[in-house]
Antibody, heavy 123, light 114 residues
Framework: QVQLVESGGGLVKPGGSLRLSCAAS????????MNWVRQAPGKGLEWLSY????????NYADSVKGRFTISRDNGYNSLYLQMNSLRAEDTAVYYC????????????????WGQGTMVSVSS | QSALTQPASVSGSPGQSVTISCTGT?????????VSWYQQHSGKAPKLMIY???KRPSGVSNRFSGSKSGNTASLTISGLQAEDEADYYC??????????????FGTGTKVTVL
């Protein structure tokens, strides 16, 4: 079935690094725009980054620009998020999600979500 | 980019209708008919309920409908049911430049079924 499964979360000290992975199955990953979205405990959703089908186009939210890097490996149907210089405020559940354009070229709807992986930044 | 503004909570009795507003700016909600809405039950991943302002994905009940006027989008839940109790988030596409874009989510609304 259609599925996204995140992994790699855990406890890390401030200033540390972590790499999240997201394994896709049940849909054509190489044709999909992919994203990372996070949710701090008790807070709302925050979009972090997107990557185009080939990886040629990416963008980041200001809150993580310069610290986080999104990448993908279409051969392994996998999405990644390299997180450096982590701060306490990066503590959150991290979701990978696909954006769908429903055939019109506008990738605006997050239609497939993973179950999330928890990242805790604390000394 | 600042989060879109939603009411913190709305409530209604079973069978009633509730409407959630989502206010942005001329740079996001007002510039594109690309607002989506998500339902999130406690401890679960979000679920797409509405896309492109007023379209429902396959499998989503027609009790959910979306609209937009100016810089404000709205989600209406008709015939409220106990299972609709959840958090709801709007999200807007936000163009940065010709080939670069981003997204901004709303602050979230807790829907309570009385």
């Amino acid at each position: 079935q259609v599925q996204l499964v995140e992994s790699g979360g855990g406890l890390v000290k401030p200033g540390g690094s972590l790499r999240l992975s997201c394994a896709a199955s049940g849909f054509i990953f190489r044709d999909s725009y992919m994203n990372w979205v996070r949710q701090a405990p008790g807070k709302g959703l925050e979009w972090l980054s997107y990557i185009s089908t080939t990886g040629a186009s990416t963008n980041y939210a200001d809150s993580v620009k310069g610290r986080f890097t999104i990448s993908r490996d279409n051969g392994y149907n996998s999405l990644y998020l390299q997180m450096n210089s982590l701060r306490a405020e990066d503590t959150a559940v991290y979701y990978c999600a696909r954006t769908n354009d429903y055939g019109n070229g506008w990738y605006s709807a997050f239609d497939i979500w993973g179950q999330g992986t928890m990242v805790s930044v604390s000394s | 980019q600042s989060a879109l503004t939603q009411p913190a909570s709305v409530s209604g009795s079973p069978g009633q209708s509730v409407t959630i507003s989502c206010t942005g700016t001329s740079s996001d909600v007002g510039s594109y008919n690309l607002v989506s809405w998500y339902q999130q039950h406690s401890g679960k991943a979000p679920k797409l309920m509405i896309y492109e302002g007023d379209k429902r994905p396959s499998g989503v009940s027609n009790r959910f409908s979306g609209s937009k006027s100016g810089n404000t989008a709205s989600l209406t839940i008709s015939g409220l049911q106990a299972e609709d109790e959840a958090d709801y988030y709007c999200c807007s596409y936000a163009g940065v430049s010709t080939y670069v874009f981003g997204y901004v989510f709303g602050t979230g609304t807790k829907v309570t079924v009385l």
